[in-house]
């Protein structure tokens, strides 16, 4: 133990509307080779033929735990393409244990490693990124192994913006939406939440109105996502490890919390809630026992009414899962034994496929990409194009949230 708001371009908003039934999946996808070629890849799982994972690469000596992506900016689409900006130019982002940091600029088709100075070693649970040359990276373990770094020019260099020296401090997940979030396990009884002014000025919010942790409860350190937010103030974020699972919830950016309990799986150090993902009022926790993966029982539950209440899955995932993602209109959940949608906001999840994945983001209704063992990266492939909501609300084609695996 131990996403972000991305503006999409006005053009692919219109796109979206007027493709209801048209194909918004990408090309081919490809396979990396040892020696930096490529060839045509097909789908590695299918959900009715209708969304499912790709790989795009693999066999990268790192387990992939974090991922984000964003629109490149406007004068780097323009060298690309030698023309107007491209839409289709996307920056994505991945990160993972042995220090491993990768980049693509083309929408995942080529890579490139980054490498922070000193910083080989680290496991690195989450990353947010803003476009291809400004991202956060955060790193996961006892002390000062917890880090969270920023880069400014697609990844040259990478500024320590935070760690600490107490053996109990321990990072498990970063979010950012004008200022950032970051939260760690409890500390003299209490979780730690740190946030960064604008991505700087990095402090420990006070904990006086944080209730206090029960015995053996952390956050799990998944894929950074067990902690989620929103623009309008909103911070949720899951627990596990204890007797019972619960959400912790502010509503005004970490000055107030409160705190429930969910059905989710609980009663030993490795289960709870692992990811946890939000559109509105609409929630959707997702966990279980990560040494028993097969195990389906307890394993996914959603709130309608912004994490009041909880209501376990009438139809639950095939197992363990460490990630969660909306999809405007769907639901994505994935883990070490495979991949589910929902259609009803958690109610009943469909499986999709069997791939080994950790983490996942979303970016909108043609991208999306998840990334897992062995330096898997896939990427989503959405004949639905999902895009109405399904209780009748319009849909916000300006949020996106991401997602994540012990």
């Known amino acids: 133990m131990r996403g972000m708001r991305i503006p999409i371009p006005p053009r692919l908003i219109v796109a979206a509307l007027l493709a209801i039934f048209c194909l918004g999946a990408p090309g081919a996808p490809w396979r990396h080779t040892a020696n930096g070629g ?20 693999s066999g990268i000596d790192t387990n992939l735990r974090g991922v984000s992506a964003a629109a490149i900016s406007e004068a780097t689409a323009a060298r690309h393409s ?59 373990g ?26 109990a401090f321990f990072l498990d997940a970063l979010v950012c939406d004008g200022d950032c979030y970051a939260l760690g396990d409890p500390v003299d009884g209490k979780f730690v939440v740190v946030r960064g002014q604008n991505g700087e000025n990095w402090k420990e919010l006070p904990s006086d109105a944080m209730p206090a942790a029960l015995s053996g409860e952390g956050a799990f350190a998944a894929s950074g996502t067990a902690l989620a937010m929103d623009n309008d103030g909103d911070l949720y974020f899951g627990t596990g490890g204890a007797k019972t699972a619960r959400v912790f919830h502010s509503p005004d950016f970490g000055k107030t919390w409160s705190v429930v309990e969910t059905p989710i799986a609980s009663g030993n150090a490795s289960s709870g809630i692992f990811s946890i993902a939000m559109y509105a009022s609409s929630l959707v926790a997702v966990g279980g026992d990560y040494k ?7 394993v996914a539950a959603y709130s309608q009414d912004a994490g009041k209440t909880w209501t376990l899955a009438a139809q639950q995932p095939g197992g363990y899962r460490s990630g969660a993602a909306f999809v405007y209109g769907a639901m994505l959940a994935l883990g070490p034994t495979g991949e589910e949608i929902s259609q009803d906001f958690g109610a009943h999840w469909k499986r999709m496929g069997s791939l080994d994945l950790n983490a996942a983001f979303i970016l909108d209704i043609f991208n999306g990409w998840a990334v897992g063992a062995n330096g898997t990266v896939a990427r989503l492939v959405n004949h639905m194009q999902y ?15 991401s997602a994540s695996k012990k």
């Open 387 to 401: 895009q109405i909501r399904n209780d009748g609300r319009p849909n916000d084609s300006s949020r996106a949230y």
């Open 82 to 140: 030698g023309d107007a900006p491209d839409a289709d130019y996307i920056a994505v982002w991945a990160c993972g244990s042995n220090g491993v940091i990768l980049l693509s600029k083309d929408s995942g088709k080529t890579w490139k490693r980054l490498h922070v100075a000193g910083g080989d070693s680290l496991d690195f649970r989450g990353i947010v990124a803003f476009d291809e040359t400004t991202a956060y990276v955060m790193s996961s």
């Open 38 to 57: 490529a060839r045509a890849n097909g789908p590695e799982s299918s959900a009715g033929d209708e969304v499912y994972w790709s790989v795009q690469t």
């Open 292 to 298: 028993e993966p097969k195990r389906t029982d307890r």
């Open 142 to 167: 006892e002390g000062d192994k917890s880090r969270i770094y920023k880069t400014l020019d697609g990844g040259q260099n990478w500024k320590l913006q935070y760690t600490d020296t107490r053996k």
